[in-house]
């Protein structure tokens, strides 16, 4: 809350605002950020930040060029799910209520409209980005001119043509601003649009023969300063023709026709928010993972108390004998919490709790090694992959002086994959490029970098459809037999990617008399999002795993996934669950970081 509250009123008061601390905290240590982190940093621009910061992470982190490179995919991706208009709306009505707007700020803020009016989704892909939009060239002396442009947060490129050094530095931490230095006699529109299509080239930002540029200068075509007069020019050899242009089309189309993941932002948020603590009605439900940490029945009374709602029970570890004797347990602990607080409180019902079987699902794992040690993986070495299928418990790999060979239980790995893809291993930590397909079982590929590997460590094939049932043989003997016969309240299947999936899993509950248990969809890959308007068609539920999202989609990827998927489950009226290391650094603290603090909360928003 505080920080949607900061941002937005240095939003509205024209103010640069910088969001900092443990942002990427994880990777002080690690090539990939968590879950919590990716989406943090997500969220920072679309609670309307100008700047991301990296402290430990570069200052003393093991990948600290790595962490800049992360950081800026995230932000570059965020901005794409930013609905343009509506905050630009936002904002004009935000200042409009101020009454202190002055006459240059009134005609800057119409540039700012216009360039988002003159934007469109030409490429039908639901996004504005760079090479939709006209650019905007503004002559300044201060800086003034360009900062009042950039508070209303355009969706072009806003090139700062300046004769200062030291606006040239500020542009660093405005948003959207590109630097333009200019040089003696080029203070004017001709100057100014030439030497700003030069740096357009270096950013990649369509600035060519024939494209539109709207560029701000004062009445008499130099630097603004009181007054300022918006031209629409074409650009022609780098630069603007003089005779007079035709009036632009507004190309803009409805937001909801653009984009259907929607930022929203508010100023809803007071100081009292912030500093009392909330006693209202709390609507947004808690899954727990029952562990040893807390299986026992002490704890489950403690964490219901705490705020849990529905107990997870996972099936890629314990047999049924051992899960039985934990959801016991559980239903206990529930009648004897629903009992004490119907009598305290006085209620005419028992308050009631829910649990969840979690399959195992149809995951892919690495092999058994010689005498089960891990192998020592080298960057650019050599690599054969052998697809050994459910063989992989008695296949060893290993690594000798001629060779490096590892098995995968992906019986039809090579029929799937092809030269250029990656393979992720052990969460991403160790990833190989696959070189050649050798045959139906074989292939080679190269290391991309210096790890240890060992067994039945997970694999993840990002952009890879992958031809595994949804629900193996042991997922339906537990599903029918631990599930239904236990009358279990919700199944979480994993790796749903196709309608089809869900109707199959509706199908095995039904055969086992489990007519009332809802189905929760797992969302974990490429082809369960491109799929995901079927899926939504016959699922109860879904969830948004982002651990292995996480690995078969870029890390920059993962908040945009999170944003479209939660959405369109709202819009059809199914619930929605967010997954996995929200606050993992509280497996050993007692406090969360500030990027976990923030995930959590933006799950909710």
């Not at 050994?388 to 060779?403: I, L, N």
């Amino acid at each position: 809350l505080a920080q949607k509250m900061l941002i937005t009123k240095c939003n509205i008061a024209g103010k640069f605002c910088i969001c900092a601390t443990q942002m990427l905290e994880s990777m002080c240590e690690n090539p990939l950020p968590t879950r919590a982190e990716m989406t943090d940093v997500a969220n920072a621009v679309f609670d309307g930040a100008d700047a991301t910061m990296l402290s430990g992470e570069t200052a003393n982190g093991a990948f600290p060029a790595k962490a800049v490179e992360t950081m800026a995919a995230i932000n570059a991706n965020a901005e794409l799910g930013i609905d343009y208009w509506q905050q630009y709306a936002f904002l004009h009505r935000g200042n409009a209520g101020t009454h202190t707007i002055t006459t240059l700020e009134a005609s800057l803020a119409n540039v700012a409209l216009s360039s988002v009016e003159f934007s469109a989704d030409k490429d039908g892909d639901g996004v504005i980005s760079a090479d939709e939009t006209v650019p905007i060239v503004v002559l300044t002396e201060d800086g003034v001119a360009a900062d009042l442009i950039t508070k209303y947060r355009p969706p072009s490129a806003v090139f700062v043509a300046t004769n200062s050094q030291h606006v040239v530095n500020h542009t660093n931490v405005r948003f959207g601003q590109i630097p333009v230095l200019l040089g003696e006699g080029e203070g004017n529109i001709a100057g100014a649009v030439k030497a700003a299509s030069e740096v357009a080239k270096k950013h990649g930002i369509p600035f060519e023969e024939g494209n539109k540029v709207l560029v701000v200068s004062c009445k008499n075509d130099g630097f603004v300063h009181i007054a300022a007069v918006a031209h629409t020019v074409t650009v022609s050899g780098g630069a603007y023709t003089p005779a007079p242009t035709e009036p632009m089309p507004t190309t803009y189309v409805d937001p909801g026709v653009l984009n259907t993941v929607v930022s929203k932002r508010g100023t809803r948020i007071s100081l009292e928010d912030i500093l009392t603590p909330a006693e209202c009605f709390r609507k947004t439900k808690t899954v727990c993972t029952m562990g040893p940490k807390c299986w026992d029945e002490e704890t489950m009374a403690e964490l219901i108390d705490a705020g849990m709602g529905v107990a997870r029970f996972n099936f890629s570890h314990g047999d049924h004998e051992a899960q039985q004797a934990v959801l016991d347990r559980y239903r206990e602990a529930c009648k004897k919490e629903g009992a004490a607080m119907k009598e305290e409180l006085g209620l005419d019902y028992t308050p009631h709790w829910a649990c969840l079987l979690d399959t195992k699902g149809p995951e892919i794992r690495t092999a058994m090694l010689r005498d089960g040690q891990p192998i020592e993986l080298e960057k650019n070495q050599p690599i054969t992959i052998e697809a050994v299928g459910d063989a992989y418990t008695e296949f060893q790999g290993y690594k000798t002086d001629e060779e490096t060979r590892i098995g995968l239980s992906y019986a039809k790995l090579c029929q799937s994959v092809k030269p250029g893809n990656k393979l992720l291993f052990a969460d991403g930590s160790v990833v190989i490029k696959v070189i050649e397909i050798l045959d139906d079982r074989h292939l080679k590929g190269v290391v991309m970098n210096d790890k240890k590997l060992g067994e039945r460590k997970n694999c993840n094939l990002p952009g890879v459809k992958v031809d595994i049932p949804v629900l193996t043989a042991k997922d339906i003997n537990d599903v029918q037999n631990f599930c239904c016969k236990n009358e279990m309240d919700f199944i979480a299947a994993s790796f749903v990617q196709t309608g089809e999936d869900v109707q199959l899993i509706r199908k095995v509950l039904d055969e086992a008399g489990g007519q009332n248990v809802q189905i929760i969809s797992k969302i974990e890959n490429e082809e369960g999002m491109r799929n995901f308007d079927d899926i939504l068609k016959y699922t109860d539920g879904v969830m948004v795993a982002r651990g292995d999202l996480g690995m078969e989609i870029p890390s920059e990827k993962v908040a945009l996934a999170q944003k479209m998927l939660i959405t369109k489950a709202n819009v059809a009226g199914r619930f929605a669950i967010c997954a996995t290391q929200m606050l993992e650094s509280m497996c050993d603290n007692p406090l969360p970081t500030r990027a976990e603090m923030l995930d959590v909360a933006n799950a909710v928003f």
